[in-house]
Protein backbone atom coordinates (compact mmCIF):
# COMPACT_ATOMS: atom_id res chain seq x y z
CA UNK A 1 0.00 0.00 0.00
CA UNK A 2 1.19 3.30 -1.18
CA UNK A 3 1.75 5.85 1.80
CA UNK A 4 0.69 9.75 1.39
CA UNK A 5 1.70 12.51 3.43
CA UNK A 6 -0.41 15.43 3.35
CA UNK A 7 1.53 18.84 5.26
CA UNK A 8 0.54 21.85 6.12
CA UNK A 9 1.49 24.98 8.06
CA UNK A 10 -1.45 25.91 11.29
CA UNK A 11 -4.36 28.28 11.49
CA UNK A 12 -5.29 30.71 13.92
CA UNK A 13 -8.75 28.99 14.24
CA UNK A 14 -8.75 26.75 16.74
CA UNK A 15 -10.97 24.36 17.70
CA UNK A 16 -10.13 23.39 21.57
CA UNK A 17 -9.33 25.09 23.86
CA UNK A 18 -7.33 22.82 25.71
CA UNK A 19 -5.23 19.85 24.67
CA UNK A 20 -5.84 17.90 20.96
CA UNK A 21 -4.69 16.36 18.06
CA UNK A 22 -2.73 18.18 15.68
CA UNK A 23 -5.60 17.04 13.13
CA UNK A 24 -8.62 17.59 15.18
CA UNK A 25 -7.21 21.14 16.49
CA UNK A 26 -7.61 23.34 13.88
CA UNK A 27 -10.14 24.66 11.36
CA UNK A 28 -10.17 27.72 9.13
CA UNK A 29 -8.43 27.32 6.23
CA UNK A 30 -7.15 24.08 7.21
CA UNK A 31 -10.21 22.91 6.64
CA UNK A 32 -10.09 22.09 3.22
CA UNK A 33 -6.58 20.09 3.83
CA UNK A 34 -8.24 18.12 6.49
CA UNK A 35 -10.61 17.54 3.90
CA UNK A 36 -8.47 15.97 1.36
CA UNK A 37 -6.58 13.87 4.46
CA UNK A 38 -9.88 12.32 5.05
CA UNK A 39 -11.19 11.39 1.42
CA UNK A 40 -7.44 9.76 0.50
CA UNK A 41 -7.25 7.98 3.73
CA UNK A 42 -10.90 6.37 3.18
CA UNK A 43 -10.85 5.83 -0.35
CA UNK A 44 -10.31 2.25 -1.42
CA UNK A 45 -10.05 0.59 -5.23
CA UNK A 46 -11.54 -2.75 -5.72
CA UNK A 47 -12.63 -3.59 -2.40
CA UNK A 48 -8.94 -2.36 -0.76
CA UNK A 49 -7.62 0.80 1.23
CA UNK A 50 -6.20 2.62 -1.55
CA UNK A 51 -3.24 4.28 0.35
CA UNK A 52 -2.21 4.97 4.06
CA UNK A 53 -2.60 8.91 4.15
CA UNK A 54 -0.85 10.92 7.28
CA UNK A 55 -0.74 14.51 8.29
CA UNK A 56 1.66 16.96 9.51
CA UNK A 57 1.00 20.32 10.64
CA UNK A 58 4.09 22.98 10.44
CA UNK A 59 3.34 24.76 14.12
CA UNK A 60 4.43 28.30 14.99
CA UNK A 61 4.78 26.76 18.57
CA UNK A 62 6.11 22.77 18.14
CA UNK A 63 7.39 22.93 14.83
CA UNK A 64 6.63 19.97 12.71
CA UNK A 65 4.12 17.66 14.42
CA UNK A 66 2.11 14.90 12.99
CA UNK A 67 -1.54 14.39 13.12
CA UNK A 68 -2.19 12.51 15.43
CA UNK A 69 0.17 13.94 18.29
CA UNK A 70 -1.34 16.05 20.86
CA UNK A 71 -1.05 19.83 21.25
CA UNK A 72 -2.26 22.40 22.95
CA UNK A 73 -4.14 26.29 21.49
CA UNK A 74 -1.18 28.77 21.75
CA UNK A 75 -1.28 32.75 20.97
CA UNK A 76 1.06 33.98 17.97
CA UNK A 77 0.04 32.12 14.95
CA UNK A 78 3.10 32.84 12.38
CA UNK A 79 2.18 34.49 9.01
CA UNK A 80 4.79 35.90 7.51
CA UNK A 81 8.34 35.34 5.78
CA UNK A 82 10.12 36.51 9.55
CA UNK A 83 7.64 33.81 11.43
CA UNK A 84 8.55 31.54 9.47
CA UNK A 85 12.72 31.87 9.71
CA UNK A 86 12.05 32.44 13.32
CA UNK A 87 9.92 29.20 14.02
CA UNK A 88 12.83 27.45 11.53
CA UNK A 89 15.86 28.94 14.17
CA UNK A 90 13.99 27.78 17.09
CA UNK A 91 11.85 24.09 15.89
CA UNK A 92 13.88 23.15 12.82
CA UNK A 93 10.63 21.91 11.12
CA UNK A 94 12.50 21.42 7.94
CA UNK A 95 14.85 19.17 10.10
CA UNK A 96 11.81 17.49 10.97
CA UNK A 97 9.83 17.43 7.71
CA UNK A 98 13.39 16.05 5.89
CA UNK A 99 13.46 13.13 8.53
CA UNK A 100 10.04 11.85 7.79
CA UNK A 101 9.69 12.28 4.13
CA UNK A 102 11.73 9.33 2.73
CA UNK A 103 9.26 6.80 4.02
CA UNK A 104 6.83 8.93 2.02
CA UNK A 105 5.30 7.76 -1.62
CA UNK A 106 3.90 10.62 -2.58
CA UNK A 107 3.98 13.72 -0.35
CA UNK A 108 1.38 16.80 -0.81
CA UNK A 109 2.30 19.95 0.22
CA UNK A 110 0.28 22.94 0.82
CA UNK A 111 2.19 26.12 2.35
CA UNK A 112 2.70 29.48 1.93
CA UNK A 113 4.85 31.04 -0.97
CA UNK A 114 7.47 31.71 1.16
CA UNK A 115 7.49 28.77 3.25
CA UNK A 116 7.24 26.55 0.22
CA UNK A 117 10.59 28.72 -0.97
CA UNK A 118 12.24 27.40 2.17
CA UNK A 119 11.50 24.23 1.49
CA UNK A 120 12.88 24.42 -1.69
CA UNK A 121 16.20 25.69 -0.93
CA UNK A 122 16.36 23.45 2.12
CA UNK A 123 16.09 20.55 -0.28
CA UNK A 124 13.84 19.47 2.46
CA UNK A 125 11.94 16.85 0.09
CA UNK A 126 12.94 14.51 -2.30
CA UNK A 127 13.07 14.29 -6.05
CA UNK A 128 9.73 13.40 -7.83
CA UNK A 129 8.20 12.18 -4.63
CA UNK A 130 5.81 15.70 -4.20
CA UNK A 131 2.79 17.73 -5.21
CA UNK A 132 3.11 21.35 -4.04
CA UNK A 133 0.32 23.30 -4.25
CA UNK A 134 1.38 26.76 -4.24
CA UNK A 135 2.64 30.13 -5.77
CA UNK A 136 2.71 30.10 -9.66
CA UNK A 137 6.11 31.99 -8.85
CA UNK A 138 7.26 28.70 -7.46
CA UNK A 139 5.89 26.80 -10.72
CA UNK A 140 9.65 26.61 -12.56
CA UNK A 141 11.63 25.25 -8.99
CA UNK A 142 8.83 22.79 -8.91
CA UNK A 143 8.98 21.31 -11.90
CA UNK A 144 13.07 21.25 -12.07
CA UNK A 145 12.76 19.18 -9.33
CA UNK A 146 10.82 16.84 -11.08
CA UNK A 147 7.38 17.72 -8.30
CA UNK A 148 3.75 17.69 -9.46
CA UNK A 149 3.18 21.96 -9.66
CA UNK A 150 -0.44 23.29 -8.78
CA UNK A 151 -1.50 26.60 -8.36
CA UNK A 152 -2.88 27.43 -5.05
CA UNK A 153 -6.39 27.93 -4.96
CA UNK A 154 -8.61 28.50 -2.76
CA UNK A 155 -7.89 28.44 0.85
CA UNK A 156 -5.30 26.07 0.95
CA UNK A 157 -6.22 23.55 -1.87
CA UNK A 158 -9.14 24.48 -4.06
CA UNK A 159 -11.63 21.25 -5.19
CA UNK A 160 -10.16 21.24 -8.73
CA UNK A 161 -6.71 20.25 -7.21
CA UNK A 162 -8.29 18.23 -4.57
CA UNK A 163 -9.43 16.14 -7.34
CA UNK A 164 -6.34 16.64 -9.49
CA UNK A 165 -4.61 15.27 -5.94
CA UNK A 166 -6.94 12.42 -5.62
CA UNK A 167 -6.11 11.13 -8.90
CA UNK A 168 -2.35 11.46 -8.41
CA UNK A 169 -2.55 9.47 -5.00
CA UNK A 170 -5.00 6.76 -6.77
CA UNK A 171 -2.58 6.51 -9.80
CA UNK A 172 -0.07 5.83 -7.64
CA UNK A 173 -2.01 3.03 -5.84
CA UNK A 174 -3.07 1.38 -9.26
CA UNK A 175 0.48 1.36 -10.60
CA UNK A 176 1.61 -0.34 -7.24
CA UNK A 177 -0.73 -3.23 -7.54
CA UNK A 178 -0.27 -4.06 -11.01
Same mark, same amino acid.
Given at each position: M??V??????????LKEG !?GS??E????R??E???LV??? *?TAE???R????????V !?????GFV?GN?T !??K???????????E?VQ??K??L?????????? *?? /???C??K????? !? /???N???H????A???????????E????F?ERR?A?V?R????R?FG???E???S???
Amino acid at each position: MKRVLVVTNDSAVFLKEG !IGSAFEMFGGRMTEVKHLVARL *DTAEIDGRKMCDASFGV !ISSRFGFVPGNYT !IMKYDGVMSCKEDYERVQREKDYLGRLNAVAGVF *DL /IVVCVPKDMMSM !I /IDGNVLPHGKVAAVTSPELEAKCTERGWTFLERRGARVGRENADRLFGIAEELSRSASS
